[in-house]
C-alpha cells in the first residue's frame, strides 16, 4: 500500500513543474518504510556512498570503475566551488570531458550497458554545469546544447533537477527493499543538482528508511554525507538534528565512545578504559555460534599480526556455561581478555553489554579508536574487519 501512495503522489508531484513545492513533496518523501529483510544488503552499506559502485554479493569487495572515479572527481569539484577555493584550472574540465565522451563512446558500444551509459551521459552534463559556472564563457553553451541533445528541451535547471528527484524517488525510495545504491544515487543527485530546493528531504527520508530498517551505521554515514553536501541549504539544520536523535538513542554508532566494565571468564572485572591509548577490536561472540567459532582463528591471526603495532582485542561472550566457554579458550589460545557473565538475566541475548550496543546477530565487532571513540561499528565478517584496522592503523 505504501509503495502504491509513494508512486500515486510521485505522479502528482511531477505533473507540476516547480521543484519547490514542499507540501506534495514531503507528502511523498515521508511515506515511511519498514520491516524489510536487510541482512543481505548490511555489509553493501558498509561501502559508503561512492557513486555507481559494483557491489559483489556475499562480499564486502567493491569494484571501483573509471565511472565511479569520475563521479568521486565530480562531487569534490562541487565542494571545491562551494568552498570558494582556488579557481578551477581549464585544463581539469578538458581532461575530465574527455574522459568521459570516451566512456561514453565506449557504452554505445556495450549490450547491456544502458545504466552505465545513462550514468556517463548525466556525469557529462554535470561536469559541463560546473564547468559553466566557473568558465560560463566557454561551458555554458555547451551545457545547454547537451542538455537538449539529452532531453530534446530547452535548458532549465530547475526543470532539471524536478526529472532527477522523480528519478530518484521512483527508481529507489517506491522500492520495497533497501537498494544498495541508493547512497550512490542521491550522491549523483546532489552533485549534479546542489541548489534544488528537495535535497535536504531526501537525505532525511534516505536516513530514516536506513534506520527503519535498522541499518542504524549506514543511516549515520548517509547523514553525515548529506550534511558535507547541503551544508548550503537553508534546511540542513534539520538534518543535523535528525542525525543526533539517531544517535541519542542507538549507541553504538560510529562516533560514540565504548565504555563497561564486565566480570571476565576468569572472575576479575575488567574496564575497557584500561586499554586507553592504543586501537581496541571489541568482538561479540559465543561458542554456541557456528560463524563465531569459525572466525575465532581469523581475529587471532588478526591480533598476532598487528597486536605489535598497538592493536588488541576484547571479547565479549554470550556464552552461558563458564566451562564450555574456558575450554574453547584455552584450546583455541585466545589471548586477549574475554568479559562474561551468567548473572541470572543476563545470559546469551540479555548480555548488557550487547543489548546496550544493540548487538542483535553474532558474530559482530566494533572498532575503536585510542580514545575509546567507534569508528566501525557491526563489523561482520574478517575482510572488512581488516580493512578497518588497516585504515585505523594508517593514521
Given at each position: 500500500m505504501k509503495r502504491v501512495l509513494v508512486i500515486g503522489f510521485s505522479v502528482c508531484m511531477f505533473s507540476f513543474a516547480s521543484c519547490d513545492r514542499r507540501e506534495v513533496a514531503t507528502a511523498i518523501l515521508t511515506v515511511g518504510f519498514s520491516g524489510t529483510d536487510s541482512s543481505v544488503v548490511d555489509s553493501a552499506w558498509q561501502a559508503g556512498v561512492l557513486p555507481e559502485q559494483e557491489v559483489l554479493e556475499f562480499d564486502n569487495a567493491?569494484?571501483?570503475?573509471?565511472?565511479?572515479?569520475?563521479w568521486s572527481e565530480l562531487q569534490e569539484l562541487r565542494e571545491q566551488v562551494a568552498a570558494n577555493d582556488p579557481p578551477l584550472l581549464l585544463e581539469t574540465f578538458v581532461d575530465l570531458i574527455g574522459r568521459l565522451e570516451k566512456l561514453i563512446a565506449d557504452y554505445e558500444q556495450i549490450d547491456g550497458a544502458k545504466e552505465q551509459l545513462q550514468s556517463a551521459r548525466e556525469a557529462k552534463l554535470t561536469a559541463l554545469s560546473i564547468g559553466a559556472s566557473t568558465h560560463p564563457l566557454l561551458y555554458s553553451s555547451l551545457r545547454d546544447e547537451f542538455y537538449r541533445e539529452l532531453?530534446?528541451?530547452?535548458?532549465?535547471?530547475?526543470?532539471?533537477a524536478n526529472a532527477s528527484v522523480q528519478q530518484f524517488v521512483t527508481g529507489y525510495l517506491a522500492k520495497s527493499k533497501t537498494n544498495p545504491r541508493t547512497a550512490a544515487a542521491l550522491v549523483q543527485h546532489v552533485t549534479a543538482h546542489p541548489d534544488c530546493q528537495m535535497n535536504v528531504q531526501l537525505?532525511?527520508?534516505?536516513?530514516?528508511?536506513?534506520?527503519?530498517?535498522?541499518?542504524?551505521?549506514?543511516?549515520?554515514?548517509?547523514g553525515s554525507q548529506g550534511l558535507k553536501l547541503c551544508a548550503a541549504q537553508s534546511g540542513v539544520a534539520r538534518l543535523d538534528q535528525q542525525i543526533k536523535n539517531l544517535r541519542a538513542t542507538n549507541p553504538g554508532l560510529p562516533g560514540d565512545v565504548m565504555q563497561f566494565t564486565s566480570p571476565t571468564i576468569r572472575g576479575p572485572r575488567f574496564d575497557l578504559a584500561s586499554l586507553r591509548g592504543r586501537p581496541v577490536l571489541v568482538v561479540f561472540w559465543a561458542t554456541w555460534c557456528p560463524g563465531c567459532v569459525k572466525e575465532a582463528p581469523e581475529i587471532k591471526e588478526f591480533y598476532e599480526r598487528y597486536h605489535d603495532e598497538g592493536l588488541e582485542v576484547v571479547g565479549v561472550s554470550l556464552d552461558v556455561n563458564r566451562e564450555?566457554?574456558?575450554?574453547?579458550?584455552?584450546?583455541?589460545?585466545?589471548?586477549?581478555p574475554q568479559m562474561f557473565s551468567n548473572h541470572p538475566g543476563?545470559?546469551?541475548w540479555n548480555n548488557p553489554i550487547a543489548k546496550h550496543y544493540g548487538v542483535k546477530s553474532i558474530p559482530c565487532a566494533f572498532l575503536l579508536d585510542e580514545q575509546g571513540t567507534i569508528v566501525?561499528?557491526?563489523?561482520?565478517n574478517g575482510s572488512t574487519i581488516e580493512a578497518a584496522i588497516l585504515k585505523q592503523l594508517s593514521r
Open positions: 567493491i569494484a571501483i570503475s573509471p565511472l565511479d572515479e569520475i532531453f530534446q528541451a530547452e535548458y532549465d535547471s530547475e526543470t532539471a537525505y532525511m527520508t534516505t536516513v530514516e528508511r536506513l534506520a527503519n530498517e535498522g541499518q542504524f551505521a549506514a543511516a549515520m554515514r548517509v564450555e566457554l574456558a575450554a574453547f579458550v584455552n584450546k583455541q589460545q585466545l589471548p586477549w543476563n545470559e546469551a566501525a561499528s557491526h563489523l561482520r
